[in-house]
C-alpha cells in the first residue's frame, strides 16, 4: 500500500486527463460567456421568468441578482426539509428540525455541502434529487457567474459600471456547461459501479446470519454534479468513502478530475474573456504549483506515517478505504481541499497530524489552489491585485493591472475581501470555543480538539464542506453558527469582488509604460504565489501554531 509507483502513476494519469481536457474546455466557457446568441431553451426560460437577456446589468443590479435568487433557493430549501414527510419519495422520513433545516439550506445554496445528518437515514429521494441536487447546479453556476462578471469588468472600457447579466450568465452555466457534462459524467460513473435508482431501502443477510438495510437512489446523478459544481454533499454519510459513490480506485480518480476540471479550465478562460491568454497560463500556473505542492506534502504525509500509532500499524490506514490507498486518499483530500469541494474519500479526522494541516491550510488559503468554480479564479484575480499594488508601491507608481488603476477605492475593496473570510473564521473559532454550547461539541481536548474546532469553521467560512467528523456538530448551536458563517463567507467576498468588477467597467484602459508590471510573465508568477502564502501565514500562523502545528510537534 506504500508504494510510491501507484502514487505517480495515478498522479500522471490525472495530470493526462486535465492537460487533455482544460484547454478545450477553458475555449468553449470563454465561448459561452461571451456569445451574443440565445438557445432556444435559454429563450423559454427567460420569457417564462420575465427576464430581459439583453439588459446589460450595473454591478448593483448583477449584485441584487445574486443576493435574491440566493434568498429563494435557501427559503425553497428549508421548506423542503421541514415539509419532507408530506412529499413523495420521502420513504418515510420525518421533517428535518428547524435549525438543521436552516444549516442545510444555508449549506446547498453556498455550495458549500456542510452536512450535520447522515443522508441515507434523513433524507428522501425528492428532497435529495430535486432539493440538493438542483441547487448543486444553480450554487456552482453562480460562482461561475460572478468570477465571469469581475473578467468583463477587466475587459471592457468605460461600461459605467456594468458586467453583464446574471440571469443570462446563470441559466448558460447550467445549460451549456454543468448539465452536459454531468449527462456524460453520470454514464461513466454508472459504467464505474456507482448506484443509480429509485429503490427503497430493503433488508439483505449477512454472513453473521444478520440483516443489514442497503438504501439505494438517485446516486450517480448527484455525484458527478457534487465534484464537477465543487460542491462535495454526499448521498451517505460516508460521502465518497462508500462503495455505492465511489466504488473503487477508477471511479476514485475519475471524481478527483471532476473536482479539478472546471476551477482549472475558469483559469484559462479568464485569459480569453480579457483578451490576453497569457494573463489565464499566469493564473493557472499559480494555481498549478500550490496544488502540486499541496499533493506532494499531503501524500508524502500519509504516506510516511509520521507518529507512535501509523509507525506501529505500518501505515497511516485508520479512516482510510483499503480500496484507495494512502496515495488515493491524499490525491482526493488535496483536491477537495484545495477547491471548495469538501467531499471526502477518507476520515479527515484520522489524517496525520501534518496530512490534517495541509488540508487546514488549504481551506485557509481561501481555497484558491485552484479554487471552486467561479470562486477560485476571482480569489487568485483578488490576490493578483494586491499583488499588483505591492508591486507599484515598490516603483513609486500607481499600480496598473490589464491598463485598469488600482486606485484607493479598488485597494480598499480588496481590502475588505481579503479580510473578510479570515474574520468569519477566527470570530466564529473563538465563539466556539468560549462558549459552553461550543465546547459541548468537542470529543477531544488540546490541539487536536482545537483543530476539529478550526477546521469546522475554516470549512464553513471557505465554503468547503468537509469536516474532521470528531466533532458533534448536530446541535442548535452549531448549525446556527456554522450556517451564518457560510452565509458570510459566500456572500461578503461577492459584494466585494462585483463592486470591484463595477469598479473596473467604470474605467478607461491607460497604455502600459515602463513601469509596468507584466502581469504574464514568471516573476509575476512567483510574486503572485508568494502573496498568497505570506497572507495566509501573517493571519492564521498564530492558530495553526495551537492547533496542529502543537499536535505535530507532540
Not at 484558491?368 to 468554480?373: F, S, T
Amino acid at each position: 500500500m506504500s508504494s510510491t509507483l501507484p502514487a505517480l502513476l495515478q498522479v500522471a494519469a490525472l495530470g493526462l486527463l486535465l492537460a487533455l481536457t482544460v484547454p478545450p474546455l477553458a475555449r468553449y466557457l470563454a465561448h459561452v460567456y461571451s456569445s451574443p446568441r440565445h438557445l432556444a431553451g435559454e429563450r423559454l426560460v427567460y420569457r417564462l421568468a420575465g427576464v430581459d437577456p439583453g439588459a446589460d446589468q450595473h454591478w448593483r443590479t448583477y449584485l441584487t441578482s445574486v443576493l435574491g435568487f440566493s434568498l429563494v433557493g435557501v427559503l425553497a430549501l428549508y421548506a423542503f426539509g421541514r415539509l419532507q414527510q408530506h412529499l413523495p419519495l420521502s420513504l418515510g422520513m420525518s421533517a428535518l428540525p428547524a435549525d438543521g433545516a436552516f444549516n442545510t439550506a444555508v449549506s446547498f445554496v453556498t455550495n458549500t455541502n456542510w452536512q450535520w445528518y447522515s443522508g441515507e437515514a434523513a433524507l428522501g429521494h425528492l428532497m435529495q434529487m430535486s432539493g440538493l441536487t438542483v441547487q448543486n447546479f444553480v450554487s456552482a453556476a453562480v460562482g461561475m457567474a460572478v468570477a465571469v462578471a469581475l473578467a468583463r469588468g477587466l475587459a471592457r472600457t468605460s461600461a459605467e459600471g456594468r458586467v453583464g447579466n446574471f440571469w443570462v450568465d446563470l441559466v448558460r452555466g447550467v445549460v451549456r456547461v454543468l448539465l452536459p457534462i454531468s449527462v456524460v459524467g453520470a454514464v461513466v460513473l454508472v459504467a464505474l459501479g456507482v448506484v443509480q435508482n429509485f429503490d427503497a431501502p430493503h433488508l439483505v443477510g449477512t454472513l453473521a446470519d444478520g440483516s443489514q438495510s442497503l438504501t439505494g437512489g438517485p446516486v450517480a446523478s448527484q455525484e458527478v454534479i457534487k465534484e464537477l459544481g465543487t460542491n462535495g454533499g454526499g448521498f451517505y454519510n460516508a460521502n465518497s468513502a462508500h462503495p455505492f459513490e465511489n466504488p473503487n480506485a477508477l471511479s476514485n480518480l475519475f471524481e478527483i478530475y471532476l473536482i479539478l476540471l472546471v476551477p482549472l479550465a475558469m483559469a484559462l478562460a479568464f485569459g480569453r474573456i480579457v483578451g490576453d491568454r497569457r494573463q489565464g497560463r499566469a493564473v493557472l500556473a499559480v494555481m498549478s504549483i500550490l496544488l502540486v505542492a499541496s499533493i506532494g506534502l499531503l501524500t508524502w504525509a500519509e504516506m510516511a506515517a509520521p507518529g507512535s500509532a501509523p509507525g506501529a500499524a505500518g501505515a497511516a490506514m485508520e479512516g482510510k478505504e483499503v480500496r484507495f490507498g494512502e496515495a488515493g486518499s491524499a490525491l482526493f483530500a488535496a483536491a477537495t481541499t484545495g477547491t471548495s469541494t469538501g467531499a471526502v474519500n477518507a476520515m479527515h479526522d484520522s489524517l496525520t497530524a501534518p496530512g490534517g494541516l495541509v488540508t487546514l491550510f488549504n481551506m485557509l488559503l481561501g481555497e484558491i489552489a485552484p479554487g471552486g468554480v467561479g470562486s477560485g479564479l476571482y480569489g487568485m484575480l483578488m490576490l493578483a491585485a494586491v499583488t499588483v499594488f505591492l508591486s507599484g508601491l515598490m516603483v513609486g507608481r500607481t499600480p496598473e493591472w490589464l491598463g485598469k488603476k488600482i486606485g484607493q477605492r479598488e485597494m480598499t475593496l480588496v481590502a475588505l475581501y481579503v479580510l473578510a473570510t479570515p474574520a468569519v473564521v477566527l470570530v466564529g473559532a473563538a465563539l466556539a470555543i468560549s462558549l459552553d454550547a461550543g465546547l459541548a461539541g468537542q470529543q477531544e481536548s488540546g490541539p487536536h480538539g482545537l483543530s476539529e474546532v478550526l477546521y469546522a469553521v475554516a470549512s464553513a467560512g471557505n465554503n468547503n464542506g468537509s469536516a474532521f467528523a470528531g466533532l458533534m456538530t448536530g446541535t442548535p448551536f452549531y448549525n446556527t453558527l456554522l450556517g451564518l458563517c457560510m452565509l458570510a463567507g459566500r456572500f461578503l467576498p461577492i459584494v466585494f469582488v462585483l463592486a470591484l468588477a463595477g469598479r473596473f467597467a467604470t474605467q478607461q484602459r491607460v497604455p502600459s509604460g515602463a513601469g509596468t508590471l507584466p502581469t504574464h510573465k514568471p516573476l509575476f508568477v512567483v510574486l503572485l504565489t508568494g502573496v498568497a502564502l505570506v497572507v495566509v501565514g501573517l493571519t492564521f500562523v498564530p492558530v495553526l501554531a495551537l492547533a496542529p502545528i502543537a499536535e505535530a510537534l507532540q
